[in-house]
């Protein structure tokens, strides 16, 4: 199945990367591109929606790895969320499932959003 990825606003503050489709070595230079332009726009919160995810390998584990970094740097929260074993048992296999921030749905998150102002 060939990656598609789409954009949506969640709450007020928030941004939701949806990824349907396989996380291949030949899609990281994509999904790295709409990482970097979500996280470009400086949402206070970034859901990285993988639910329609039905393969990451390690190349997609080390996008969502150096994307989660880059949103540090500018100071945007980015979350993983997911609940297939497709995803969770690779980024629990290495580790990452607190670098990541990884949770179950968007609605798990807790996280609160900045004060409107």
């Known amino acids: 199945m060939p990656l598609i990825v789409s954009t949506d606003d969640g709450r007020i503050g ?22 970097q332009a979500a996280i470009a726009q400086r949402p206070a919160q970034l859901l990285v929606d993988l639910h329609a995810v039905s393969f990451l390998g390690s190349a997609g584990l080390a996008c969502l790895t150096l994307a989660s970094l880059e949103a540090r740097t500018a100071g ?42």
């Open 76 to 117: 945007v929260a980015l979350f993983v969320v997911g609940e297939r074993l497709a995803v969770t048992h690779p980024i629990h296999s290495v580790g990452l499932a607190t670098t990541l921030r990884l949770y179950p749905s968007l609605s798990s998150i807790d996280a609160p959003l900045p004060a409107a102002s």
């Open 14 to 35: 928030q941004l939701v990367l949806r990824v349907r489709g396989e996380i291949r070595l030949a899609d990281i230079g994509f999904l790295g591109a709409r990482l």
